[in-house]
């Protein structure tokens, strides 16, 4: 099922695969597999995990300012376009996309699809997607507070490449027509609401000990 600003929505150019078919090119020899996309899951960790180690510890291997600010650009980027086009499609089965139409203007088109998402990779893509702007946060705080004017440059840019994929993904998720505080409420009530049902429903696997020796009634 799809959510967008307008009814005739243009198909995108390299759009290759239709959007919600692409179980039907998933490898059967996965099924069953904890992970159905292991490598989609994985570089949607890396990149941005590689921002932000290169961030922090750059000074280590260079002191030059500009290498270090083209190192985290470019994981940056590769991470808002892994994430923005592959991983929230394939993991998730969401996407999210600009088009301007013969009148010049300008639409946003929010998409959601009706199929099976692997619990596992779900999981990791949205954690992925929150907890690293929650870090470029507390960089933003600590380049503001010491005076590190430069580097709150590079700190904005990656807070906006990630905030702009979390901010589009969750409109796929809660409707396009949502206010972004109330789909932000929805989506950390859900996310409670899973995760407290996944330990109450969890299948106790404590087994009784085997070297107690029952005791007859006398």
Known sequence: MASATV??????????????????????????????????????????????????????????????????????????????????RLLVGLRWWNYVD???????????????????EQRIFWLGLILCPVFWGLFFLIALFGFKFKWLLLVMIAIALNAANLYGYI???????????????????????????DIMTRPNTAQPPTNVRPTGVV
């Open 102 to 120: 013969d009148d010049g203007k300008s639409h946003w088109v929010f998409e959601s699809k009706n199929s099976r998402v692997n619990k596992h």
């Open 7 to 88: 009814r005739n929505v243009p198909l995108l150019d390299d759009d290759t695969i239709p959007f919600g078919e692409e179980d039907e090119m998933r490898d059967p020899s996965r099924a069953g597999q904890k992970y159905t996309h292991p490598y989609v899951t994985f570089f949607h960790l890396f990149f941005r995990g590689a921002a932000i180690v290169i961030y922090m510890f750059c000074g280590w291997f260079s002191d030059s300012f500009i290498t270090s600010f083209v190192f985290v650009v470019l994981f940056l980027s590769a991470d808002f376009w892994t994430v923005k086009n592959i991983s929230g």
């Open 171 to 197: 409109k796929c998720s809660y409707g396009a027509g949502k206010d972004l505080n109330t789909a932000a409420s929805d989506f950390v009530k859900t996310q409670l609401f899973k995760n407290a049902m």
